[in-house]
């Protein structure tokens, strides 16, 4: 799978060969949401997809203002995909944000920002590719309810694979009791795996689009899936998690259920993770690969990797950028939190998975989670990497092959073993604190844009609104 076209040429070959009715333009705003806009097949020119499309920048969060607004989207013509999901044949491009005002790729388009730091890796002579193996974790469920009242905060979903469903009448079949329970959803088969045609749904919509899938698999938690595809550059990776999480919500929808990449849905529970397997090479050749060392880990490899540990908060404010993000990296879920490296190890906040060739050599970092804007987290990472690169390395621990979820947090500080921020807020002030790392391919205005609506969309609403376990812990003080 991949690419569908190259060039405008193909491009008309192929609209004309999917008889295309219209064609749907999207670019992704600074929280990762996909955006779009719907031309008839009729209207759109060469002239148009090469000098690009007209939109209204002000309409978009912490974009631009309204005296400024005039913005354009420059299609990406080889990222052209058919949608399987509309009514009409019509072909899905993904875009960039061009500024007409400074005649230039928008400082805010997150896509645009990544092609900056993949232009930057080469800039400094430290690599000319970097790949991308996002590993995007969900939940789906039949029936989600919230309530957001100045007198009643509360939310309640409904899966057939959870425990609470025991008692559960139905009233066209009997309850049949089969669920994988607390911690129980890993690898088991129908009828306590009950996702099994939805994924298989999935996956085979996921390569119509141009992703290679590889494996579907039951998560961990009650409600939880996994689908696994093949790694790309950082831009096409990003393209895709953008693109995976369309289908998995639309499969889902279409099913009549809901999907949601929430990192801490439920209580009790393993929340959804996005491992990022990550790599740099240089003239076709892996630089993070030295046969013989732990792990065939070269210097390279090491020097990166702590560069993500030193900026740890500036790099948490991107990958992890919620307050949902931290309730998942509490002790006792399988947290990814403690700040060393290890062969084979998930305990650890970066795994070295199992390969001993040159090409499947790679870091995996296991804290970041879908909340992220891919673009931006893919960059982050990776900035933070030729960081400590360009450093000669930072204070690295590890490796450390014991099992850390069976550590202390003062047993974690006895051994020097940094965690990552306990909060969105924390991760957010240390990223006003750390980001000159940042600033080759993110402008300052950018980064207190983010930090700045970030505190108002999450830390600020979530922090003054009380909850149930507080009312609790505290009604009778």
Excluded at 206 to 232: S, W
Aim: net charge negative; proline share 5%; hydrophobic share 35%.
């Amino acid at each position: 799978m991949g690419k569908f076209v190259n060039n405008l040429a193909e491009f008309k070959k192929y609209c004309e060969e999917n008889e295309v009715e219209f064609v749907d333009f999207r670019f992704t705003d600074i929280k990762g949401a996909w955006h779009h806009i719907s031309y008839r097949m009729s209207a759109v020119t060469d002239e148009m997809l090469e000098a690009g499309l007209p939109f209204d920048g002000s309409s978009i969060e912490n974009w631009q203002p309204i005296n400024e607004s005039d913005m354009l989207l420059k299609p990406d013509i080889p990222t052209a995909f058919m949608d399987p999901f509309t009514a009409d044949p019509t072909v899905v491009v993904i875009c960039d944000v061009y500024d007409i005002y400074k005649n230039e790729l928008y400082a805010k388009c997150p896509r645009s920002i990544a092609k900056k730091a993949l232009q930057y890796l080469d800039e400094q002579g430290i690599g000319d590719a970097a790949y991308f193996g996002p590993e995007n974790e969900f939940f789906i469920f039949d029936d989600v309810k919230i309530h957001d009242h100045d007198n009643h905060q509360s939310f309640k979903v409904e899966t057939d694979e959870g425990h609470w469903a025991d008692t559960a009448e139905y009233d066209d079949i009997g309850n049949m009791g089969h669920r994988p329970r607390i911690k129980g959803g890993y690898f088991p088969v129908m009828p306590t795996d009950s996702m099994v045609d939805l994924r298989a749904e999935m996956m085979l919509l996921l390569e119509e689009v141009g992703l290679e899938v590889v494996l579907g698999h039951h998560e961990v938690a009650q409600g939880q899936g996994e689908i696994g595809v093949v790694f790309g550059d950082i831009i096409t990776a990003a393209d895709n998690v953008q693109k995976y999480k369309y289908v998995v919500k639309m499969v889902a929808h279409l099913n009549g259920k809901t999907a949601t990449f929430m990192p801490k849905p439920i209580y009790n529970d393993n929340g959804n993770g996005m491992h990022v397997h990550q790599s740099i090479w240089k003239d076709g050749k892996n630089l993070f690969y030295k046969e013989g060392e732990y792990a065939n880990l070269s210097k390279t490899a090491l020097d990166y990797l702590s560069g993500i540990f030193k900026h740890k908060d500036a790099v948490a404010a991107f990958t992890n950028a919620s307050t949902n993000s931290y309730k998942r990296l509490l002790p006792g879920f399988e947290a990814p939190r403690i700040l060393t490296y290890s062969a084979q190890n998930r305990s650890a906040a970066c795994r070295i998975p199992y390969g001993a060739g040159e090409k499947s050599t790679r870091i995996e970092t296991r804290f970041p989670d879908s909340t992220s804007c891919p673009y931006l987290a893919f960059t982050v990472l990776m900035m933070a990497g030729i960081d400590g690169i360009k450093n000669g390395g930072y204070e690295l621990v590890g490796p450390i092959n014991e099992d850390l979820f069976e550590w202390s947090r003062d047993e974690l500080k006895e051994r020097g073993i940094p965690e990552l921020p306990n909060s969105f807020r924390d991760a957010l002030e240390g990223l006003g604190e750390d980001h000159d790392f940042l600033t080759p391919v993110m402008n300052e205005e950018f980064i207190k844009t983010y930090i700045d609506y970030q505190f108002e969309r999450h830390v600020i609403p979530v922090e003054g609104r009380p909850t149930a376990y507080e009312y609790i812990s505290t009604y009778s003080c």
